[in-house]
């Protein structure tokens, strides 16, 4: 796929992008250069167009990585007599808690299982008991253990109570459908750098044109403040200062390159083949997954370490390093796990090359008990 040496990441974000797109950035174009605005322009009508959101939402272009999307977000669409409820169940729910505090934005969350998904009732509970609930914020795909958060069930609840929904999408977009027609969600966040496998340094917020109107005059940030980034760009079609023009260009290529691939389902689907070859030849080594399979999603499978004493995570992914692919720690205080993702432009043969080179890394470590209790 590549010419390059360059290990194959098989880690949740930077998520390794295809030669092409990494050809696309070779310009020095200035801002108002007809090649750059139309690379923006691009970008926004196809990630408006992927989650059908013709006529009630537009798409606002952010730089910086997912976490500043979410945080712009935040700070946009939440009003000064706002409050928000943040729901966690992992890593990026509690990042999300973490931006909140931070800015200093009134707020309230509550914590459901790691392993298994949060219910509609436990949403309705939680609003129920705090009536001054104006926004709710949850994340689709919890990349910490690669849970998929019921999102439909979730929009319904905020609909019926008339409560702004904001999505941390970053690990999602691109390979799940957040249909705006039937979500009704205020804000979706996403990133460059994962399912749209474009480099990283972008984040992009589908935005519902009527909860953006209102949010003028919320930031309190000037660079993050979505509704002032919007309507210059409405107006002029550029960036309200210097553009990323080369990371801009890189994404117009990845955007063309997911519509060429077969959209949404088709890039599920070869996530899916990855998963599950990974998944397969894990189990058939003997690992276990944290997650059950109806619960899991296809975006990053985490496994337990092997309960073998030659066992270290540092060993296995020097090993794994060697011999091309990078691989990524647990990121769970409770459970001692490891991750390997399958986004970027991975197919099932290098999952399958991922799993040989798994089997001689821990054979060269001396690891022989990978899952089973002793
Ligand atoms: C990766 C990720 C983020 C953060 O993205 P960065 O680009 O690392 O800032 C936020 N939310 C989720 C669910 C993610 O997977």
Redesign the pocket.
Known sequence: MDDTDDPLLLT??PATISARVKQAMLHDYASGDPRVIEAIGFARRYLLELCNGAGSHTVVPILG????G?EATIGTFLPEGGRLLIHTNGI?GD?IIEIARHMRANHTSFRTAPYTPPTAEQFEAALAADPAITHVMV?????STGILNPIEAIAEVCRRRGKGLLV?A??SFGAFALDAKKLAYDAVVC?A??GLQAP?GLAFVIAKRAALEESKGNARSLTMDLWDQHQHMERTGMFRFTPPTHLLLAMAEALREHQEEGGIAARQARYRRSWKRLVDGMRQMGFRTLLADEVASPIVATFHDPPDENYAFQKLYDGMLRRGFVIFPGRLAAANTFRIACIGVVTEAEIGRALDALAETLAEMGVTRMGRAA
């Open positions: 949740p974000g990585s997912g976490t500043s979410v990026y990042r994340v689709h795909c919890e990349t941390d970053v690990a990133s750098n994962k990283p």
